[in-house]
């Protein structure tokens, strides 16, 4: 397995190709990064201050570092450093995202084809697609921001709670979402990735490690689901009720105590599903999505307050094409993933780097490896034993600006194969209550 963050305490010294600020720098300042072990602190022997670039090359050095996993090229990955070294600041407009060339292969986009074949509710707006290429917002325009969606989708509440006043774009796929981000149509994306009822959206971790973005913040939206129908219709006429999984799995208990009799089916997402009852005109199916909804696409409110517990949760995650100074003045919270070319073995070991400098996890998440999805062992007398292979999403609440956390990271990677930081952001620390609605 490539490890993307090397053992080499030479090693870290930063590339600015791979960790390029929105605009070209005025002036290029060598800058190199000190790796310690367990508990010497890291030091920064050229830093100047905490200015943003310094913070973007020290505190996130160790995505500064990363590959992706599975398709990356070696080779035209050096040939894609040196030409970026090569060009001039006042020639550098936009070539590569984060060091990368905006190709679709190095970005690993899905095809166009593979847009276009989904299917995807199409409502009115029409989500945004890959192909619906814009140029970069003018200075002093709004920030926008991609959700997955339509409009009426609880990803467009939180993308509106996460940025006031900012254009919400929808996409019809999360794939689209990332992407729109890393080619400069959105300035940020706001995605869920776990729920208190339905747990995580495992889509979007997998798209996390795929994808170059940086998480920047999070926000947490307290979910109030509602059973809409068609104008006149009762719920005792619905033969099918339709919804995004999550909150199909969110609303299980309540249907069944409503008495319903009904087939409940999958779809892209909660407020799609609205607008499909409403285009179709469909006398005899039921959705499940928000009361904003219901007003857009003209549907009625069969039922209130239909997930079967009132603490319904969902935390969505803001990204962005760079990450942001960490700051140590409020709570911050880390998101890493890691994996060990030997299995599962040294999960102990990278757990209490965590916990013998009082660092709290809030969230473990385990995925399959997609490369290497199966270890094989050969054992002289057990036989051939073969093993899942697994990365591991681990958050916890720490700010890279404190040495801890950067001596903990130190240590955690002396016992892994593969280290990348996703994100230092702020915790989402605003009060909310689960009687009534945002």
Known sequence: MHSLIPTSSSAFAPSHSLFRPTRPPTSARPFSIQCSYRYDPLTYPNAVGPSRADWQSSCAILSSQAQIISQEDPQSQSQSQSQSQSQSPAADHIPSLNGHNTTLENLNLVPIQTLHDSTALKPQPKPLSITDLSPAPMHGSKLRVAYQGVPGAYSEAAAGKAYPDCDAIPCDQFEVAFQSVELWIADRAVLPVENSLGGSIHRNYDLLLRHKLHIVGEVQLPVHHCLLALPGVRKE????????????????????????????????????????????????????????????????????????????????????????????????????????????????????????????????????????????????????????????????????????????????QEFTSFLRVLGSYPMDMTPWSPSRED
Do not use: W
Request: contains cysteine; negative net charge.
């Open 237 to 412: 006429y619905l033969t099918r009720v339709i919804s995004h999984p999550q909150a199909l799995a969110q609303c299980e208990h309540t249907l069944t105590k409503l008495g319903l009799n009904v087939t409940r089916e999958a779809v892209d997402d909660t407020a799609g599903a609205a607008e499909f009852v409403s285009i179709n005109n469909l006398r005899d199916t039921g959705a499940i999505a928000s009361a904003r909804a219901a007003e857009l696409y003209g549907l009625d409110i069969l039922a209130n307050e239909i997930q079967d517990d009132s603490g319904n949760v969902t935390r969505f995650v803001m990204l962005a094409r760079e990450p942001i100074i960490p700051r140590t003045d409020r709570p911050f919270k880390t998101s890493i993933v890691f994996a060990h070319e030997k299995g599962t073995s040294v999960l102990f070991k990278v757990l209490s780097a965590f916990a013998f400098r009082n660092i709290s996890l809030t969230k473990i998440e385990s995925r399959p490896h997609r490369s290497h999805p199966i270890r094989v062992e050969d054992g002289a007398n057990a036989g051939t034993a073969k093993h899942f292979e697994y990365l591991f999403y681990v958050d916890f609440e720490a700010s890279m600006a404190e040495p801890r956390a950067q001596n903990a990271l130190a240590e955690v």
